[in-house]
């Protein structure tokens, strides 16, 4: 069987892990012909080079070139190549006038289908921002989904966050892990003792100063712990240039800042989950949040916002906080070097939950792909 993979406008490093794995999961399969379409960036070159088995279609960046090309021209590709299954990675769809083929359309971004979010931006007056980040966009995206009936999901509360914008009465969901689980993916809870230095974690794309990654609750509240004349260090994943051009960011925290830009490397990035890190998360909406995964994973102390995606995915035994809220940050991070002692069993009960919570989804994209088939016919 041939299937048509549409990656297009996939290109942080969120979304190329995700990708990897699914990837990685279509090769096993030998018995498909897989057809990849894509825009042109390094990352996406890497998995070309990773992945000789399947090819690779090169198409121009630009919204409107897409919409162009993931309608009119795909029609040519199904016809070419007599595509049986179209697998949008992208979070788009193709028209069902223009092209018959069944479909699967995965959701991995919940900025377009976020009531909470869209309310942050109107309290802010940001209407503009909003039209250009949030509505413009949706309006695409929400009237493709309309047109797949098969919808991949990475978690419960994506469905209900979809259902607030669209009609899922008549939508199938499949919801599927991205996330290794096996025993070897998971280290030991890291040493803590605070009377050492505290490593702050903050993972983070380029994308830092949109509402949505709520970076200032961050900074707001590292501000404040400057002044409790404790010993600490920030790790963040962003260069200094790009944080000093940002209104956002307080010098003050330069002195204590390792500004380690974009990290590619796997082992580079795991070293960073070592003894004495807290990792701090401040994304108002996420489908998985997987910086916050990997910090559960790597057995440190994390602390995300208290949303409904975050007792979703991590749990009610999470270390949360006020979500807008940089003193509530703050009074979390206090009450976790208080209790140094219980990390160990609080970051094992995230670690199984999240084990237990991932081993109850579809674990592999061919599993999906037979069962979409299967319903169809």
């Known amino acids: ?10 290109e942080s490093s969120g979304g190329i ?6 990837l990685e999961e ?42 162009f090309y993931e309608n009119i021209l795909f029609s040519r590709l199904v016809r070419r190549y007599k595509i049986k299954l179209i697998y949008n990675f992208s979070g788009s769809a193709q028209l069902n006038i223009l092209i018959n083929t069944l479909q699967i359309t995965k959701v991995h971004n919940l900025l377009f289908y976020s009531r909470n979010l869209d309310a942050i931006y109107h309290s802010k ?27 991949e999901i990475q978690s419960s509360h994506v469905k209900d966050c979809l259902s607030d914008f669209i009609d899922a009465k008549n939508i199938i969901f499949y919801e599927k892990s991205d996330i290794d689980v096996g025993n070897d993916a998971f280290s030991l809870p890291r040493n803590y ?23 200032i609750v961050f900074v707001n509240a590292m501000s404040a712990f400057d002044r409790l004349g404790i010993d600490y260090e920030i790790n963040i994943t962003l260069t200094k240039d790009r944080l000093h051009s940002c209104v956002i960011w307080n010098s003050i925290l330069d002195a204590k800042t390792n500004f380690l830009g ?3 490397s796997r082992d580079e990035l795991n070293k960073l989950f070592c003894s004495n890190t807290i990792l701090i998360s401040t994304s108002i909406i996420e489908t998985l949040g997987l910086h916050v995964i990997e ?13 409904s995606y975050a007792r979703t995915v991590y749990g009610d035994n999470m270390n949360l906080y006020d979500t807008f809220n940089s003193e509530s940050l703050l009074n979390a991070i206090q009450v976790v070097l208080k209790s140094d002692s219980s990390h160990s069993e609080l970051i094992l009960s995230l670690q199984n939950r999240l084990k237990k919570n991932e081993m109850a989804k579809h674990h592999n994209i061919i599993d999906v792909f037979n069962e979409v088939l299967n319903v169809q016919k």
């Open 1 to 10: 069987m041939k299937i048509l993979i549409n990656i297009l406008g996939i």
């Open 17 to 22: 892990t995700v990708l990897d794995k699914a």
């Open 26 to 67: 279509c090769a096993a399969e030998e018995s498909n012909t897989f057809i990849i379409v894509c825009n042109d960036n390094n990352n996406i070159r890497q998995l070309k080079i990773k992945y000789k088995g399947f090819k690779f279609i090169f198409i121009k960046s630009g919204v409107l070139y897409r919409i």
């Open 125 to 151: 007056n940001e209407y503009f921002e909003w039209l250009k980040q949030v509505f413009i966009k949706r309006l695409y995206f929400k009237f493709m989904l309309n047109q797949s009936k098969h919808i």
């Open 193 to 215: 003792d605070f009377s050492k230095k505290i490593k702050f974690l903050y993972i983070v794309g380029p994308h830092f100063e949109f509402i949505h990654k709520n970076f």
């Open 262 to 264: 974009y990290i590619s």
């Open 295 to 307: 910090g559960i994973k790597n057995g440190v102390i994390t602390i995300a916002p208290d949303e």
